[in-house]
C-alpha cells in the first residue's frame, strides 16, 4: 500500500515527529511504498541541517535524511511554511526538497492513505 | 474509519469530540498523550468503556509504556506497536488524526 | 499556478481521479497559526479539481465569528477569506451544531454560510471521505 504522511509539529518540541518517523520505519519494513512525507506548519523544522541535539539524544533530522537515502523516500517542506520560519535551501538536510502545497494536495490524490501526525 | 487521538483526555477534549463524531463500527487509536485515556482511573475510563460497545479501542504500547502507564490499561484495549498501528491504517478504508 | 502548486500539471499528474477530501479545523484562529495555514492549503486544493468539504469543529467554528478586527495584536484578519472560497468552487463548509451551541453561537455569527451538521451527522460526512486533513 501507498502512504502519504503529513508532519505539523517541529522535531524535540512536539512527539509528532517521532510518531511520524516511527509510522513510517515500520510502514517501510512492512513492505509499504511512502509516496511522500509532507513537512507544513512547524513541521519545516524537521530539515534544517543546523539541527545539533545532544549526543546522547537522537537526531531527528539525520534519521530522516538517513530514510531518504535508504528507501527513497521523498521529504517535502513546505516552500511558503519554510519561507515563514527560515527553512531555505541554503540550510536543507541532505534528502529535503522544498516544493509547493499542491504536493500535498497530490499524495492525498495518489496515496492509498494519508496519515497526519501533529498537535 | 481509524480515529487516531494524541491528546491526554485530562487536559484536552479532542477523545471527547472523537468519541461524539466517530460512526459506530469505527476504531480508536491512542497515541502520544493519548493514551492516558486508556489507563484505569483517569478521567475517560467510564466513557470509553461505555463506547468500547459501539467502537474497537486500541492504545500504541510503546507510548504507554514510555509514559509508565503499561500495567494499568483498561480491560479490553488492545495493544499494538508501530507495525499495528500500520496495519489498523490499512485495515480502515480512511483515517482521521483528531489533532 | 504552476509554484503554488508545486510545479505540478495538473492536467497530467491528477489524471482525472476525484477523491473526497475534508479538511477539518478544529483550532481557534491567531492563538495558533493552524486556521490560517489550514485556509491556505484549502485554497491549493481548488485547482486539483476535488471534491472538498470544510469542517469545522470545536474552537474551528470561532475560525468564523463575524467582526474579527486583529489591528491591534498587529496580525492579518484571515476571515474574509472564507468569503472568497466560493469563488474558487469551494462551496461545502459544514459546523457541527454541538460546537456551535457550546460556544453561545448561531449561524448568525459567521461571515459565511455553512450547512449545520449534528454530530451523527458529521460522523456519516467524515465516514464518507477518501483523505482526512486536520489541523
Request: aromatic residues 8%; hydrophobic residues 40%; negative net charge.
Amino acid at each position: 500500500m501507498k502512504f502519504g504522511i503529513l508532519v505539523n509539529e517541529g522535531p524535540y518540541n512536539h512527539q509528532a515527529a517521532d510518531t511520524a518517523y516511527q509510522f513510517a520505519k515500520a510502514a517501510l519494513e512492512k513492505g509499504h511504498e511512502i509516496h511522500r512525507v509532507f513537512f507544513y506548519h512547524d513541521g519545516v523544522n524537521n530539515a534544517t541541517k543546523l539541527t545539533e541535539p545532544p549526543q546522547d539524544d537522537r537526531h531527528i533530522v539525520n534519521r530522516w535524511s538517513k530514510m531518504a537515502e535508504e528507501h527513497g523516500v521523498d521529504l517535502v517542506v513546505c516552500v511558503a511554511a519554510g519561507l515563514r520560519r527560515g527553512i531555505v535551501d541554503d540550510n536543507l538536510a541532505p534528502g529535503f526538497r522544498i516544493s509547493g502545497l499542491g504536493q500535498l494536495v497530490e499524495t492525498g490524490i495518489q496515496a492509498d492513505r494519508t496519515v497526519t501526525f501533529g498537535d | 474509519m481509524l480515529h487516531i487521538v494524541n491528546k491526554s483526555p485530562s487536559e484536552r477534549n479532542t477523545l471527547d469530540s472523537c468519541l461524539r463524531m466517530a460512526k459506530k463500527g469505527s476504531t480508536i487509536l491512542l497515541i502520544e498523550d493519548g493514551v492516558y485515556g486508556a489507563t484505569k482511573g483517569g478521567v475517560a475510563e467510564n466513557k470509553l468503556k461505555a463506547a468500547m460497545a459501539d467502537v474497537k479501542v486500541y492504545a500504541l504500547w510503546p507510548d504507554l509504556e514510555a509514559r509508565g502507564m503499561q500495567d494499568s490499561v483498561i480491560d479490553g484495549i488492545e495493544q499494538v506497536d508501530y507495525n499495528g498501528f500500520v496495519d489498523l491504517v490499512v485495515a480502515d478504508k480512511n483515517v482521521q488524526s483528531w489533532l | 499556478m504552476t509554484e503554488s502548486t508545486g510545479g505540478i500539471d495538473m492536467d497530467e499528474d491528477s489524471s482525472g481521479t476525484v477523491k473526497k477530501f475534508a479538511f477539518v479545523n478544529r483550532k481557534a484562529p491567531y492563538g495558533t497559526i493552524y486556521a490560517l495555514e489550514s485556509l491556505e492549503v484549502v485554497l491549493i486544493s481548488a485547482a486539483f479539481d476535488q471534491d472538498v468539504s470544510l469542517v469545522f469543529a470545536d474552537d474551528g467554528v470561532y475560525e468564523l465569528k463575524k467582526g474579527q478586527a486583529t489591528k491591534a495584536v498587529g496580525m492579518k484578519n484571515f476571515s474574509p477569506t472564507y468569503r472568497a472560497l466560493e469563488g474558487y468552487d469551494i462551496e461545502k463548509l459544514f459546523v457541527e451544531k454541538e460546537s456551535m451551541e457550546a460556544r453561545g453561537l448561531t449561524v448568525d455569527d459567521l461571515v459565511v454560510p455553512v450547512e449545520v451538521l449534528t454530530s451523527e451527522e458529521m460522523a456519516t460526512l467524515l465516514d464518507e471521505q477518501d483523505v482526512v486533513l486536520s489541523f
